[in-house]
């Protein structure tokens, strides 16, 4: 089993060594066509890893009783790592569309591992974000073309530093730099490298996303990101080009972190490297999220996740699971920008 794995592509961090434990505890199954490997709005208990077939990944729409296809999955590919991270239910139901084998993980065995095994727990959040990060681009790219907006959501920096711990922060704020930017300035470029991962600490900044159409080079507004926001990490998790320009739409306070800088800390102290990088998992995750639910989808998973009143928006609830860490990292956004002021 373990040549299988590591014959995936898709498979870009995790060791052999990892591998390795992953196929002796993994259970390998070999699934008809039509089997249904994870239901939309239902519990999930497994990551998947797929060997060799196809699955189709559907969810349900707004208004129909048809699930849509969004995207097949094939040999490498990992499935049901968001509902891991986040412990939530799944956004999405998974259903093979042809024989295929896969191996299945236990999410208890895992989290077992992550804990006894911090370097494997920082290899496989930083795996995860890397995958996230390539299908959060081309989730983007689908809203772009659809011309749809997403509303602004809950500051995610509250899901980083209800992760990071004090030490962490206190490190950010002492080797990033402060960057006063004015209106129009561009921070970073579509299809060019990022030499920073930016928090907003005040001002608003619009993302922009660039295409061709009818022969002619069209830019459009996807989204605006407030205080509290941090831009730059898909390209850091992915060491490539920005999937979007970054431009101050007022005059912005941020803190600019160095990526060389971060790779080397992230290299030194894996504690760090396992916190920062699920930390990034839950803002991609939530992104992909809040980007189905904008155009009508995952309704399932919504309704069966969030009761809610019907005057309290979505992206002003928070779960009562995770008020109390929300209030810490509130308060360490604070005392960040605090310091960062001066």
């Not at 129909?64 to 499935?79: A, F, H, K, N, T």
């Not at 619009?206 to 941090?230: C, P, T, W, Y």
């Not at 009143?309 to 779960?319: C, G, L, M, T, W």
């Amino acid at each position: 089993m373990t040549p299988v794995l590591t014959q995936l592509d898709n498979l870009k961090v995790l060791q052999s060594t990892d591998l390795e434990w992953i196929a002796q505890i993994g259970v390998q199954q070999t699934l008809p066509i039509a089997e249904l490997l994870i239901q939309e709005g239902q519990p999930c208990d497994s990551i998947y890893f797929i060997l060799d077939g196809t699955v189709a990944v559907l969810i349900s729409q707004q208004g129909s009783d048809l699930d849509q296809e969004i995207v097949r999955c094939g040999q490498g590919d990992v499935i049901g790592e968001m509902s891991f991270v986040d412990d939530r239910y799944p956004s999405a139901t998974v259903k093979t569309v042809e024989p295929t084998r896969v191996l299945s993980l236990s999410k208890r065995q895992l989290q077992i591992k992550m804990e006894k095994d911090p370097d494997f727990a920082a290899r496989f959040y930083q795996e995860v974000t890397i995958i996230l990060s390539s299908r959060l681009r081309s989730l983007s790219k689908l809203l772009a073309q659809n011309k749809i907006i997403p509303s602004q959501a809950l500051r995610k920096v509250l899901f980083v530093f209800a992760v990071l711990n004090d030490n962490d922060i206190d490190w950010m704020v002492t080797r990033g730099r402060r960057e006063d930017a004015v209106t129009g300035t561009v921070l970073i470029q579509q299809d060019q490298p990022v030499d920073a991962l930016y928090i907003l600490l005040k001002g608003n900044l619009a993302v922009l996303f660039s295409m061709m159409k009818d022969g002619q080079l069209v830019e459009r507004e996807l989204a605006r990101r407030a205080s509290g926001e941090i831009v730059g990490e898909m390209s850091f998790v992915e060491a490539g080009t920005a999937s979007a320009t970054i431009k101050c739409a007022e005059n912005s306070l941020l803190l600019a972190i160095p990526q060389e800088m971060l790779r080397e800390k992230l290299q030194r102290d894996r504690g760090f490297a396992t916190r920062f990088y699920r930390a990034i998992s839950l803002v991609l995750i939530d992104r992909l999220r809040e980007g189905l639910v904008q155009r009508g989808f995952g309704q399932q998973a919504y309704n069966k996740d969030q009761q809610m009143a019907d005057d309290i928006e979505y992206e002003d609830e928070i779960p009562l699971d995770v008020l109390e860490p929300t209030l810490l990292a509130g308060t360490r956004f604070k005392w960040l920008m605090n310091r960062v002021r001066g």
